[in-house]
């Protein structure tokens, strides 16, 4: 019986150290703006977040190595392994628990360096082309209040 116990207490404990969060759309848009997103592209990050990851921010695509709510690439932008690194000097694994603000830090530096690069900084992601742009993104956060 103390063997069963046990065994309850420590898949609890090693549960509790996975911290993952499934946004709702309007949850998301708030937590953009409080860390510092501009509230004219939240609807744009709301929307790319819906079809990148659907709000998840365990999201791993074991095809492309994209992670977390924004699907970011490990190519570029974060380390696979366990130093931080590449231009956003984090680790892929950082991406992937329920603080998403060094994704949003992350994202932002993208977004950044891909508008200084050729003027569109949301066409980083696929799905900003086929989803998000020319103005399609409003109705992602319709009713929310951020």
């Known amino acids: 019986m103390s063997y069963i116990i046990t065994f309850v207490i420590l898949v609890t404990l090693s549960l509790a150290g996975v911290k993952c969060k499934l946004f709702t759309n ?17 609807p744009t990050w709301v929307c790319i977040a819906q079809h990148e990851s659907n709000f998840d921010t365990q999201a791993v695509n074991g095809n492309t ?31 992937l628990n329920d603080d998403i603000s060094d994704d949003i830090r992350c994202a932002n530096l993208i977004f950044s360096q891909t508008k200084n ?8 992601w696929v799905t900003y082309k086929n989803y998000c742009s020319g103005g399609r993104s409003d109705k992602y956060v319709s009713g929310c209040n951020f």
Do not use: M
């Open 117 to 124: 690069l050729g003027g569109c900084g949301f066409c980083a």
């Open 26 to 42: 309007c949850e998301l848009a708030q937590t953009l703006v409080g860390n510092g997103v501009s509230r004219d592209q939240v």
């Open 65 to 95: 190595g994209d992670y977390g709510i924004f699907q970011i690439s490990h190519l570029f932008w974060c380390n696979d392994g366990d130093t931080p690194g590449k231009e956003c000097h984090i680790t892929c694994k950082a991406l």
